[in-house]
């Protein structure tokens, strides 16, 4: 090692990170062959933990160059070093590498194993998924590992495999988590199987609203038809997300059963896109629901209601709201019921011409001149 470089080195474990950062940028423009002795002793270092951080941090900066001075790390006889080793090989991440970790996959040490598998999911080369596969029937902690890299992979083989894993009791729950990072619009299908399971269906509802937000996809209400109980009661939940995946479901399901739910969702900003289109879609079935709410309740949401009113070609049933609290709802009903070709409307609107807001007034004089077209 020279002067320069062994004085660079001695620097780095007594520096914050921003200058060991500039103390390592000025390291790598010596060959690497002048320090990667110390970065090897540095890893073997139990004894001061600030030195062996830094021997990795070197390693992981030095990327590909670093390969030949780690391969003396692979077969040392101490778990922890191998263990070191892999992590290093993660950070660089680097393809490269592929044929080194499917060796440590099967190392002796369990951790060493778990972390290759994790390395190959950040490396995230398909070539991996078969190595990958062979490590589900490792230890369960190997096997999370390869579940969840299977998952960071991604694509149809690696989609493959987990649906193969929500098969088995012992991989279904780490599959479905890995599914909903790497799942597509066709996942859902194989999700909604594990609704049927109640030791993962609340993991399994989450997957599936995740995914189908991703992909911008309805979800077919026939999966939720036997769990209305349980996501009203999950709608109760103290938890918000837990609240809103039921929500949503709620939204798919397409059912007079949702109704009341999916009007008390439009008060919510967050959910109230959701509730729209739940409504929509259950359709004419929710119109007394929707009139019933509309006389008996307060609040902004009710202008979205004479709205959804509209939507659903029910204007007939805005009449009785002409003369409304809500000059809001009012001037809506004002814009729809020239519509309607009953001289009710008519005489409706008229009326509604003296109404004492000005915006209901020019709603209502916008309808008349367009029946008189």
């Known amino acids: 090692m020279t002067m320069e470089s062994h004085e660079l080195i001695q620097k780095l474990p007594h520096l914050d990170w921003w200058h060991r950062r500039k103390i390592i940028e000025d390291l790598l423009r010596h060959p690497e062959d002048e320090y990667t002795g110390f970065l090897e002793d540095g890893i073997r270092n139990h004894e001061e933990a600030n030195v ?5 941090e070197v390693y992981a900066a030095l990327g590909p160059r670093a390969f030949h001075s780690l391969s003396a790390l692979q077969k040392d006889d101490d778990p922890e070093i191998r263990l070191f080793f892999v992590n290093v090989l993660c950070e660089i ?7 080194v970790l499917f060796a440590s996959v099967r190392d002796p040490d369990i951790n060493v194993r778990a972390a290759s598998a994790e390395a190959l999911g950040r490396i995230g080369d398909p070539q991996s998924l078969g190595m990958l596969k062979e490590a589900l029937r490792d230890d369960p902690w190997v096997a999370m590992a390869a579940i969840n890299a299977i998952g960071a992979i991604g694509g149809e083989k690696a989609l493959l495999i987990l649906y193969d894993c929500l098969k088995h009791e012992s991989s279904r729950a780490m599959a479905i988590d890995a599914l909903e990072k790497a799942g597509n619009k066709e996942s859902i299908q194989c999700l909604a199987v594990c609704l049927a399971s109640e030791d993962v269906r609340e993991i399994a509802l989450k997957a599936i609203v995740k995914i189908a937000e991703r992909e911008r996809f309805r979800v077919r209400p026939e999966y939720f038809i036997s769990l209305a109980h349980m996501l009203k009661e999950m709608y109760n939940s103290a938890d918000p997300d837990k609240r809103k995946q039921a929500f949503i479901a709620l939204c798919w399901l397409e059912d007079i059963i949702a109704v009341p739910y999916l009007i008390e969702g439009l008060k919510d900003d967050e959910l109230s896109e959701y509730a729209i289109e739940g409504l929509l879609h259950v359709g004419k079935k929710a119109v007394c629901n929707i009139v019933d709410n509309l006389k008996h309740s307060t609040g902004r949401h009710r202008v979205i209601l004479a709205k959804i009113l509209n939507m659903l070609d029910e204007n007939i049933a805005l009449l009785q709201f002409a003369e409304d609290d809500d000059p809001e709802v009012r001037t809506e009903v004002a814009l ?15 009326k509604m011409l003296e109404d004492p807001e000005e915006e209901v007034r020019l709603a209502a004089r916008k309808s008349l001149d367009s029946r008189r077209k």
């Open 52 to 56: 062996r951080n830094v021997a990795m």
């Open 336 to 350: 729809v019921i020239g519509s309607i070709p009953l001289e009710r409307a008519a005489k409706t609107l008229s």
């Open 93 to 99: 991440g680097d393809a490269t590498t592929l044929p």
